[in-house]
């Protein structure tokens, strides 16, 4: 790097980054991030120069990624729509299967419209960004998702933090605030970090009270918890509705995208007022299909969703046994709490040495002193690899010192 003029300027946040990084990451047995694994098509095991390892760390809920039939519909797209669309999805972008997709995707959440976007951050930077502006006031949860942030920085409007899962103090927050304006309070249905989940029916009492909308994120729900994978309405038993719902297409579906889904007016409005959604390129043809194919198993298929419910709480139930710290988690995610940073690097180092990927969450993702590794289970998981895990995560954690020997 060329260390004068507006290189110089620059040097010292870049020196920040990068020395944190190689802090962490002292010796090449340490490397934790970007690491690339070739993860095999039909199982939950990966390979890391020629070790067979099981991946405990990946998003693929459903277990679809390598599924058969979802990779057929995404090659059947590709050979009659060809690799990329034309353009954004006003213009020329536009082509049945979005069409197709949407329509699955509203009847799958009981809505009357829904949109397509080409990630789920850029779904909810777009809703947020293309629903309230200045003079509105927006509600987050303090554990919420940085795309939502970053959707209501881009939006203008007033942002206030509640704390984590605390209906009351939104309650405060709700009658603090001014009353003019549009009040959205937007919470995740699971948190990624955390994997409980947000109280909704007390939340849409608040939010009635105050005369708020509620949007949930149901990037970590759908396909996870409900008797079907339906989300956090299934959750719990379709009591009451959230306004608006968002998700993504690279979780449980394993895809790329994300998408919105409420009322057709709103739905119509935020297909021109959406940023990220007007302005930029259309779903790709194969991510499209292969989305298309994976919701439509899932709805075939939700013996997968009792598989992820029932795998995960036993795992749980068998590290907590052990001493191992799992937060609050109640769903697919679970924190294995190792404490310090530099801890956390230890045990997912040491994990792999045992057989298992589990990827480190240091701060500032996560709050002082309960860095962790971010541990999620999915439907490829059969029982032996769950058994695996858990004594590769106990055995681990013993031989750092995170629990006794
Ligand atoms: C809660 C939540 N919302 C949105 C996103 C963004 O989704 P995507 O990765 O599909 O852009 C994520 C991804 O990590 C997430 O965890």
Redesign the pocket.
């Known amino acids: 790097m060329n260390a004068t003029g507006g290189w110089e300027r620059l040097a010292p946040k870049l020196a920040v980054t990068n020395r944190r990084v190689a802090a962490l990451e002292s010796e090449p047995e340490r490397r934790n991030s970007f690491v690339s694994y070739t993860v095999e098509r039909d199982s939950a095991y990966a390979d890391l120069d020629g070790q067979r390892l099981l991946m405990m760390s990946g998003?693929s809920y459903l277990g679809l990624g390598g599924d058969e039939r979802v990779v057929a519909a995404a090659k059947a797209a590709l050979d009659l729509y060809g690799s990329g669309n034309h353009g954004v999805r006003a213009l020329a972008g536009t082509i049945p299967l979005h069409e197709e997709l949407e329509a699955e995707v509203a009847s799958f959440a009981d809505r009357e419209a829904s949109m397509v976007f080409s990630?789920?951050?850029?779904?909810?930077v777009g809703t947020v960004g293309g629903l309230v502006g200045a003079g509105d006031t927006v509600f987050i949860d303090k554990y919420?998702?940085?795309?939502?942030v970053d959707g209501c920085r881009l939006s203008g409007a007033t942002v206030t933090r509640f704390r984590h899962n605390d209906v009351d103090h939104l309650d405060r927050r709700l009658a603090a605030a001014s009353p003019d304006g549009v009040r959205l309070v937007i919470v995740?249905s699971?948190?990624?970090m955390d994997g409980d989940i947000a109280p909704l029916p007390e939340l849409r009492k608040v939010c009635d009270e105050h005369n708020a909308l509620l949007m949930v994120?149901e990037?970590?729900a759908l396909g996870v918890i409900g008797a079907t994978g339906r989300g956090i309405e299934e959750h719990f038993d379709h009591r009451v509705k959230a306004d608006i719902k968002l998700?993504?297409?690279?979780?449980g579906i394993p895809s790329?995208?994300?998408w919105v889904t409420g009322p057709a007016e709103l739905i119509g409005h935020l297909r021109y007022a959406a940023r990220p959604f007007l302005f930029s390129a259309a779903l790709a043809p194969a991510q499209a299909a292969a989305a298309l194919e994976s919701l439509r198993i899932l709805q075939r298929e939700p013996e997968r969703v009792t598989h992820i419910q029932r795998e995960s709480a036993r795992l749980r139930a068998l590290v907590n046994a052990q001493g191992l710290r799992t937060q609050d988690s109640v769903t697919a995610v679970l924190p294995l709490i190792a404490g310090s940073d530099e801890k956390a690097y230890d045990l997912a180092t040491t994990c792999r040495r045992n057989g298992v990927i589990g990827i480190p969450v240091v701060t500032p993702a996560v709050p002082n002193d309960l860095a962790r590794l971010r541990i999620a289970v999915t439907a490829r998981h059969t029982p032996e690899d769950i058994d695996f895990a858990a004594d590769a995560f106990i055995k681990s954690a013993r031989e750092c010192g995170i629990i006794p020997a």
Not at 119 to 124: I, K
Not at 144 to 148: F, K, N, Q, Y
Not at 247 to 251: A, E, F, M, N, R
């Open positions: 998003y990630s789920g951050y850029a779904a909810n919420d998702h940085a795309s939502i995740d699971v948190y990624s994120d990037a970590h998700g993504t297409l690279s979780k790329m995208g994300g």
